[in-house]
């Protein structure tokens, strides 16, 4: 057999609306290589070149995400602050709104006094006016019974 492209076993492609064909065990052929030509000598010149620039972009590369950690990190770094900063003020201002709540409370209670006082002391006044105004009113009736009364003939 010669190594011509005809000559070659290839497996039949599918069609594309068909599923593909079992191989039944066909290998494809091996890719054709070209014939080796003469050999070239080995250029350690280039090699060490070729060597220096493949170290070199590893270097550059390696500096490039050297910065891109740091500044990831500091941007991490950054928003950790941030959030700590944003909880130490939301804490802050939960024991300040604390503090408001226990002196209105406090306020409350003793407004709550106040009334009940001002309520105590506003009921024993009008139990006061009530007696006065029955002593008054009494006294009256008294005074216009002793008094003769200007219709008895």
Avoid at 28 to 57: H, N, Q, T
Avoid at 78 to 106: G, N, P, S
């Amino acid at each position: 057999m010669t190594d011509s492209p005809a000559s070659l076993v290839y497996p039949p492609t599918p069609c594309p609306n068909q599923s593909s064909p079992p191989l039944n065990n066909v290998q494809p052929a091996s890719p054709i290589v070209p014939a080796p030509g003469p050999e070239e000598p080995f250029d350690f010149v280039k090699s060490r070149e070729v060597l220096m620039s493949v170290k070199s972009s590893r270097n550059r590369m390696n500096e490039h995400v050297r910065m891109l950690e740091e500044e990831l990190s500091s941007a991490l770094d950054a928003e950790q602050d941030r959030r700590y900063t944003a909880i130490c003020e939301m804490r802050k201002e939960h024991h300040e709104l604390e503090f408001q709540v226990q002196h209105l409370q406090a306020r409350k209670l003793e407004i709550e006094k106040e009334s009940k006082s001002l309520s105590d002391s506003n009921k024993a006044a009008k139990a006061e006016l009530t007696f006065t105004k029955g002593k008054a009113f009494r006294a009256k009736q008294e005074r216009s019974f002793l008094l003769p009364s200007p219709f008895i003939p």
